[in-house]
C-alpha cells in the first residue's frame, strides 16, 4: 500500500483544515487507517484512526483531539481524511497517514504496530 498525505498550510487559531490520505496498490479494505503527528523536538503521536467495515468504520481518538477532529473514509476513493476544527497552536506538527492490516481496536494508537506510513503533510496553527 503506498500512501500520500496532503491538505496542510498555515492556518490562524480557530481555524479548520481538512487532511487526506489516499491510497494505491491495493484497496484499503480491511485495513485500519491512522493519523499521527509530530511537532518539533517531540515524539510522533497517535491523533485518530478508522478501521474498515460494511457501511462505515470505527474511529478512534486522542484525547487532545477528541470532539475537534473527524476521521473519515471514502472507500471508492480508496481515501481517509481528517477534519481539523478549531485549531489551535499546539496541533501544529507534520501530520502523517499510516495503514495495518486488521480492525486495530486493541492497538490503534500503537504507532509501531502500522507497516505502512505516508510521507508527512506540514500543519501550522499561528496565534
Known amino acids: 500500500v503506498q500512501l500520500q498525505a496532503s491538505g496542510g498550510g498555515l492556518v490562524q487559531a480557530g481555524g479548520s483544515l481538512r487532511l487526506s490520505c489516499a491510497a494505491s496498490?491495493?484497496?484499503?479494505?480491511?485495513?485500519?487507517v491512522g493519523w499521527f503527528r509530530q511537532a518539533p523536538g517531540k515524539e510522533r503521536e497517535f491523533v485518530a484512526a478508522?478501521?474498515?467495515?460494511?457501511?462505515?468504520?470505527?474511529?478512534y481518538y486522542a484525547d487532545s483531539v477528541k470532539g475537534r477532529f473527524i476521521i473519515s473514509r471514502d472507500d471508492a476513493k480508496n481515501t481517509v481524511y481528517l477534519a481539523m476544527n478549531n485549531l489551535v497552536p499546539e496541533d501544529t506538527a507534520v501530520y502523517y497517514c499510516?495503514?495495518?492490516?486488521?480492525?486495530?481496536?486493541?492497538?490503534?494508537?500503537?504507532?509501531?504496530?502500522?507497516?505502512?506510513w505516508g510521507q508527512g503533510t506540514l500543519v501550522t496553527v499561528s496565534s
Open positions: 496498490g491495493r484497496t484499503l479494505t480491511n485495513y485500519l
Open positions: 499510516a495503514a495495518a492490516y486488521g480492525s486495530g481496536s486493541t492497538w490503534y494508537a500503537q504507532r509501531h504496530m502500522y507497516g505502512y
Open positions: 478508522i478501521n474498515w467495515s460494511v457501511g462505515g468504520g470505527n474511529t
